[in-house]
Structures are given as C-alpha cells and as structure tokens.
C-alpha cells in the first residue's frame, strides 16, 4: 500500500493543497486514495460536529467516502497549537485511536495521505510528537517547502531534524506560496542540490485552484 506523511516546513505553506493534490494524483494512477488529518484544530461547529476545513478538502479530494472521525479523529475547537487546543477541550491527544482510524482507513483503500500539523517539530500532545506517529505507522514523510525568502533555511532544517529524528524523508514538494519572491529557479536549483531527497514536483500560485488541476504539476517516483 503507498502511504506518505505530508509535513511543511511552516504552517500556512499549502500542505492540504499538496496532500489533496498527491490525492488526485494517485487516483490517477488508478489508485484508491483516501486522506487523513489526525490532529486538527481551529475546527468550527457543523450539524453539531466539530468539523475542519482541511480536513473536509482531504475527504473531498479522496476516491471514495470516508468516515469523518476516521479521517480527522481529533477535532479540536480553538486555532492553537494542538496540544493548547486540546487542553482547552480537555481533551488528550492519543496515538491509538489514530492508529485505529488509520487502520479503518486503509481497509478499501490502495494509497494513504496523511497531513500532519505545521511544520515538522510542532507537536501532537504534551507527550507525542509527529514522528512518534510516523514510527508507529513506518511512514515515508514528503516535506512541503513554502517557497518565500528563507526557505532555504526552513528547508534545510526541517530536512535535518526529520533525518535526525531516524524518520524517511521520501521527497520533497515546493509549494509556490509568494508570487512576489526573486530568484524561484535559483532558489528550486540550491534545494534540488541540497535536499537529501528527490523532487515530487513544484505547484504553481495559483490561489483558489483545485486540487485535481494541480495533480499533473506532481512526479511520484516509485509510481512512474
């Protein structure tokens, strides 16, 4: 089964985005895909749930329907850090009802994304990191590089620290998040030379686009 972990290297870079476009990318490879948001916060009340919004894009993007609570199993209220979301929900984030939405998801599915929150080093709970996730799941991670000044720096580090952190960093997708940056080609050339992974593909801006649109901008090596 192909399953990846989309992290970024900040919030706000266009990971949903790029893990909705991932999704349509896989189906179509003739795959069905189905996407997860484990952890979500700064959801808003719908019929009575907690609902996200990028947790809905990820249902929306997959091949077939998928249970709300399997796919975002922590629906957290307020648009903080998911460990102070939590908290002021009185609730505590846990790795095994996430592992056993994944599973649920994976039962009629060939292919997984799973979004994490943030940037590589935010953390899930007082007690549980992104990686502990991962390491539970042996997931590949694909990392999100926002490109904007400083992304060099952000890339790099977030490569190092997912490296460092004894996970797989399976490739990298930059997300073109500032129309206004100088340099993008000289900017994708320093990261291709220096990221320890291959490049999935670059989106363009494009504000507002659908994600099946942006599909064709997406390489996946090990599907080509």
Same mark, same amino acid.
């Given at each position: !089964?192909?399953? %990846? &972990?989309?992290?970024?290297?900040?919030?706000?870079?266009?990971? @949903?985005?790029? $893990?909705?476009? +991932?999704?349509?990318?896989?189906?179509?490879?003739?795959?069905?895909?189905?996407? !997860?948001? =484990? %952890?979500? $916060?700064?959801?808003?009340?719908?019929?009575?749930? /907690?609902?996200?919004?990028?947790?809905?894009?990820?249902?929306?993007?997959? $091949?077939?329907? +998928?249970? &709300?609570?399997?796919?975002? =199993?922590?629906? +957290?209220?307020? =648009? *903080?850090?998911?460990? *102070?979301?939590?908290?002021?929900?009185?609730? @505590?984030?846990?790795?095994?009802?996430?592992?056993?939405?994944?599973?649920?998801?994976?039962?009629?599915?060939?292919?997984?994304?799973?979004?994490?929150?943030?940037? /590589?080093?935010? =953390?899930?709970?007082? @007690?549980?990191?992104?990686?502990?996730?991962?390491?539970? +799941?042996?997931?590949?991670?694909?990392?999100?590089?926002?490109?904007?000044?400083?992304?060099?720096?952000?890339?790099?580090?977030?490569?190092?620290?997912?490296?460092?952190?004894?996970?797989?960093?399976?490739?990298?997708?930059?997300?073109?998040?500032?129309?206004? !940056?100088?340099?993008?080609?000289?900017?994708?050339? !320093?990261?291709?030379?220096?990221?320890?992974?291959?490049? /999935?593909?670059?989106?363009?801006?494009?504000?507002?686009?659908?994600?099946?649109?942006?599909?064709? &901008?997406?390489? *996946?090596?090990?599907?080509?």
């Amino acid at each position: !089964m192909f399953s %990846v &972990y989309v992290t970024g290297t900040d919030t706000g870079i266009g990971k @949903t985005l790029t $893990s909705c476009a +991932l999704l349509h990318a896989l189906r179509g490879h003739g795959l069905r895909a189905v996407g !997860m948001k =484990p %952890v979500a $916060s700064g959801c808003e009340r719908v019929d009575g749930q /907690w609902r996200n919004e990028d947790a809905l894009a990820l249902l929306a993007a997959g $091949s077939h329907a +998928l249970a &709300y609570a399997d796919c975002n =199993p922590f629906a +957290l209220e307020h =648009p *903080l850090a998911p460990e *102070l979301a939590a908290r002021d929900a009185g609730i @505590t984030v846990e790795l095994l009802p996430i592992l056993a939405a994944h599973a649920r998801a994976c039962d009629h599915a060939d292919a997984l994304v799973m979004e994490g929150v943030g940037g /590589w080093a935010a =953390p899930l709970s007082a @007690t549980m990191m992104q990686v502990d996730l991962v390491r539970a +799941l042996r997931l590949p991670v694909v990392l999100v590089v926002g490109l904007r000044l400083g992304c060099l720096n952000h890339a790099l580090l977030s490569a190092r620290a997912i490296v460092d952190d004894g996970a797989h960093l399976a490739g990298w997708i930059a997300s073109h998040i500032d129309p206004a !940056m100088a340099r993008v080609e000289d900017n994708l050339a !320093m990261l291709r030379a220096r990221l320890p992974a291959p490049c /999935w593909g670059v989106l363009p801006h494009a504000p507002g686009a659908a994600p099946a649109l942006l599909a064709p &901008y997406l390489r *996946l090596p090990m599907l080509a």
